[in-house]
């Protein structure tokens, strides 16, 4: 692939130039975004990586000329330093395909230009649109009419249109599972598999081997070679429910997946790459969890490229007629049930 650097820091922007072209890619380099959109002037490109913090334009407005101006098709990577991790992810929600935090080991650019390469080979994650009736199947899915609950049909809609990591948050009981399935089954990757990972269902030793798999004699009980939840997974959706009862030990591990594409089973040297989108739920506050030290920040960062608020019944209770209709007719099946407005007046006033 045709790829340009932009990178201010010398010694960077040379070694990044001589690993990529090594591994067999064509590399320019640039050191501001002003030589930058030179060079686009003249060249088709695949790929640009570019720094956030540049003299002179930043890496966001960069980002937004290419999208706008030169190639929409043409993918960026955004590199940046740890603190400015929440600008690199809301580099991702303006188009950006991914972000590496610095310091980084030029190896861990090769796994998202294989990304890259697969996306343009392969026509079945191809970012066509799809036919506004399958978008329908979220009206039906999703019942409620009230304001928060048509933001929400909204956000998921843009979630299946697009390819990037899903943080949904909210109480238990709200749907976080049926717009997990949702934004899945409308999604680029519908025709692959969608596998849900209950976090906090496992013991803490069976996590590792639950999400990676394991091979044979690798701990006492391992019969057998088992495949893990992201094999299973392959080239399609893992869902991790109560993303926050993963123990930190494995927090490390899940984020080298993210980042790199690749893992191994316990027991195993091998590494195995995989390519899965990842949406995970909550139901604490996972910013809590970070300052208490439970859970990792930058797998926060790597998961919430997209946070999705999924309200609770309290905050919509216009959406309770319409929501124990359907209901009703779920239980009652081929009888006739209504509920009288006495009822409905109730349910509207409970606490939920």
Request: proline content about 5%; overall charge negative.
């Amino acid at each position: 692939m045709k790829v340009l650097i932009v990178e201010d820091e010398e010694l960077k922007r040379i070694t990044l130039l001589a690993d990529l072209a090594q591994a067999g890619h064509t590399v320019i380099a640039a050191d501001s975004a002003r030589q930058a959109l030179e060079i686009l002037e003249r060249e088709q490109l695949d790929v640009v990586i570019t720094d956030l913090k540049l003299p002179g334009m930043d890496g966001l407005e960069l980002l937004r000329t290419i999208k706008e101006e030169f190639s929409p098709s043409t993918e960026v990577i955004m590199m940046t330093a740890y603190g400015t991790i929440p600008v690199a992810v809301e580099a991702i929600r303006r188009g950006a395909l991914d972000f590496v935090t610095k310091p980084f080991d030029n190896r861990q650019m090769l796994p998202l230009l294989a990304r890259i390469e697969q996306k343009m080979a392969r026509k079945d994650l191809s970012r066509e649109p799809h036919p506004a009736g399958e978008f329908s199947q979220i009206e039906q899915a999703v019942i409620g009419k009230s304001p928060p609950i048509r933001h929400l049909k909204h956000l998921i809609r843009l979630c299946a249109e697009s390819d990037s990591n899903v943080l949904l948050c909210g109480e238990t009981g709200t749907g976080k599972d049926l717009a997990a399935a949702m934004i899945h089954k409308i999604s680029a990757r519908h025709s692959s598999p969608l596998v849900k990972v209950s976090c906090a269902t496992f013991p803490e030793n069976l996590v590792e081997s639950e999400l990676f798999g394991h091979e044979r004699g690798a701990f006492t009980g391992a019969d057998q070679r088992k495949s893990g939840r992201l094999e299973l997974a392959r080239n399609g959706t893992l869902y991790l429910d109560d993303v926050d009862d993963i123990p930190l030990a494995q927090q490390v591990k899940l984020l080298r997946v993210i980042d790199e594409k690749v893992f191994e089973r316990v027991g195993s040297s091998t590494s195995i790459r995989c390519d899965v989108r990842f949406i995970a739920s909550t139901k604490v506050d996972l910013t809590r969890r970070i300052a208490e030290g439970t859970f990792r920040e930058d797998l926060y960062y790597r998961l919430k490229v997209i946070e999705v608020h999924l309200p609770p019944l309290r905050e919509r209770p216009e959406d309770i007629p319409e929501l124990a209709a359907y209901l009703l007719k779920r239980i009652a099946g081929e009888r006739s049930a209504e509920l009288s407005a006495e009822v409905i007046q109730r349910l509207r006033s409970y606490a939920w």
